[in-house]
T-cell receptor, first 112, second 114 residues
């Protein structure tokens, strides 16, 4: 089955700097990769996703890149703001099932 | 505002109680999911319903019993739970299960077992 590893587990940046979170996956057949943001006590919120036929996707300050050959994908947040502070989860969807396999999460702290 | 609504938001129950968690969506989605999330951990899939039929049961103990009365509703019946079952229970939905459609989560029910 699919296995997703996520790094770093914690990330502290100064407001205005960029933040990058990286994930690797094991199943080359996986073809859908969403990113979720979860603030304390709240639900995971889908912030961006990418499918395997695309190498990069951008939505304002958030971008995701996918390298299918290396089986890794990354979340890039530019011009970080304190409200970006949260736990971010990457996920990969197994091709053979309906299952999303989540990474272990990255706690992002944006210092004002 | 979340489009997946879960009730109750909080639930405290004893190990001998029977209770139910409810989830509702009106987006016309035909796939619905139950996840369990422990503190500082990612969501763990429990069940998947596709077109009101149970498609995946991730070897969940029988003290958790899912039900999908119709395409908009998903229930999780709880009986004889253990303290380690205390967690945030999240419901999610997507257009269909088979394709790469985004899953949208509800706010969850925070469950505490005494």
């Amino acid at each position: 089955g699919e296995n997703v590893e996520q790094h770093p587990s914690t990330l502290s940046v100064q407001e205005g700097d960029s933040a990058v979170i990286k994930c690797t996956y094991s199943d080359s057949a996986s073809n859908y990769f969403p990113w979720y943001k979860q603030e304390l006590g709240k639900r995971p919120q889908l912030i961006i996703d990418i499918r395997s036929n695309v190498g990069e996707k951008k939505d304002q300050r958030i971008a995701v890149t996918l390298n299918k050959t290396a089986k890794h994908f990354s979340l890039h947040i530019t011009e970080t703001q304190p409200e970006d502070s949260a736990v971010y989860f990457c996920a990969a969807r197994e091709d053979s099932s309906y299952k999303l396999i989540f990474g272990s999460g990255t706690r992002l702290l944006v210092r004002p | 505002d979340t489009e997946v609504t879960q009730t109750p938001k909080h639930l405290v129950m004893g190990m001998t109680n029977k209770k139910s968690l409810k989830c509702e969506q009106h987006m016309g989605h035909r796939a619905m999911y139950w996840y369990k999330q422990k503190a500082k951990k990612p969501p763990e899939l429990m069940f998947v319903y596709s077109y009101e039929k149970l498609s995946i049961n991730e070897s969940v103990p029988s003290r958790f019993s899912p039900e999908c009365p119709n395409s908009s509703l998903l229930n999780l019946h709880l009986h004889a739970l253990q303290p380690e079952d205390s967690a945030l229970y999240l419901c999610a939905s997507s257009q269909v299960a088979q394709n790469n459609q985004p899953q949208h989560f509800g706010d969850g029910t925070r469950l505490s077992i005494l």
